[in-house]
């Protein structure tokens, strides 16, 4: 079944704990997108990546990392959470950048006390 | 100016009602547009996607584009309860990489 997968669905930690939130596609797609969604603001891109090895900002990309290894994987890293990074994030791909629809993971809803 | 806006809603419509769900867009270059249905805690899902002027039909759903206008439109016919949810407009802005969303119309189907 072609799916984008995050873990951990659920994710409760302190601030400052470093954590990373997995993302794997297995539609062999080029491009994958981190968004994070919060009441009235909508979803927002943090990073994107259009190949291995290359990625760069979206609109919202302070306080995260990435990184593309290999093309199936693209986690996120909060190397120092803070409470306003609570939020519901997604993960998402698509066969090339913006112009095919993109496919979303089921979200990590993260809190950071 | 907002690059994608929709009305944020609630928007109620009884079932069995045709529900019209409307966006616009600053980019005039825009190709390819979409509209997915997000239920709450859920992940977006893509329900439609237009890309030239006109109509696309698609079982209950037809999307609409007018590109002169700037404008994309999504008509739920025969609405159910279970059309309740947020719909997100998405433009794919020229040159970026990226889609950039609308903050989504709540529609709630009442019985």
């Known amino acids: 079944e072609a799916q984008v997968t995050q873990n951990p669905r659920y994710l409760i930690t302190v601030t400052g704990k470093k954590l990373t939130v997995t993302c794997s596609q297995n539609m062999n797609h080029e491009y994958m997108s981190w968004y994070r969604q919060d009441p009235g603001l909508g979803l927002r891109q943090i990073y994107y990546s259009m190949n291995v090895e290359v990625t760069d900002k979206g609109d919202v990309p302070e306080g995260y990392k990435v990184s593309r290894k290999e093309k199936r994987n693209f986690p996120l890293i909060l190397e120092s959470p803070s409470p306003n990074q609570t939020s519901l994030y997604f993960c998402?791909?698509?066969?090339?950048?913006?112009?095919?629809?993109?496919?979303f993971g089921n979200g990590t809803r993260l809190t950071v006390t | 100016q907002k690059e994608v806006e929709q009305n944020s809603g609630p928007l109620s419509v009884p079932e069995g009602a045709i529900a019209s769900l409307n966006c616009t867009y600053s980019?005039?270059?825009?190709?390819?547009f979409f509209w997915y249905r997000q239920y709450s805690g859920k992940s977006p899902e893509l329900i439609m996607s237009?890309?030239?002027?006109g109509d696309k039909e698609d079982g209950r759903f037809t999307a609409q584009l007018n590109k002169a206008s700037q404008y994309v439109s999504l008509l739920i016919r025969d609405s159910q309860p279970s059309d309740s949810a947020t719909y997100l407009c998405a433009v794919a802005i020229q040159g970026a990489q990226k889609l950039v969303f609308g903050q989504g119309t709540r529609l709630t189907i009442n019985p």
């Open positions: 237009i890309y030239s002027n």
């Open positions: 998402a791909s698509s066969f090339d950048r913006g112009n095919s629809p993109l496919h």
């Open positions: 980019d005039r270059v825009s190709q390819s």
